[in-house]
C-alpha cells in the first residue's frame, strides 16, 4: 500500500495563519486546480483536486528533499 502524507487540521491552519481570509492559494505550481474536500472517516479529510497529473518516481523525494514538516 502507497504511504499517505498527511499533516493535521490544526498544522494546515496554523501555517496559514496570518494571511488575510481573501488572500488567494495556488496549489503546487498553480497547475491544480482545487475541485472539493471530501470526508473520508471521522478524523479523516481529503482535499481533491480537478486536474489530471502524473509523478514520476522518486521526483517528489528530490523536488521536497529540502522541505521539512512542523
Known amino acids: 500500500m502507497k504511504k499517505q502524507h498527511a499533516i493535521t487540521l490544526s498544522s494546515l491552519l496554523d501555517h496559514l ?3 488575510a481570509p481573501d ?3 495556488i496549489f503546487g505550481d498553480g497547475d491544480l486546480r482545487f475541485y472539493r474536500t471530501k470526508s473520508r472517516g471521522p478524523k479523516l ?5 480537478s486536474t ?4 514520476n518516481p522518486g521526483q517528489e523525494e528530490t523536488r521536497n528533499a529540502d522541505v521539512k514538516e512542523s
Open 17 to 19: 495563519k496570518g494571511f
Open 23 to 25: 488572500s488567494e492559494v
Open 45 to 49: 479529510v481529503q482535499i481533491e483536486f
Open 52 to 55: 489530471l497529473y502524473s509523478v
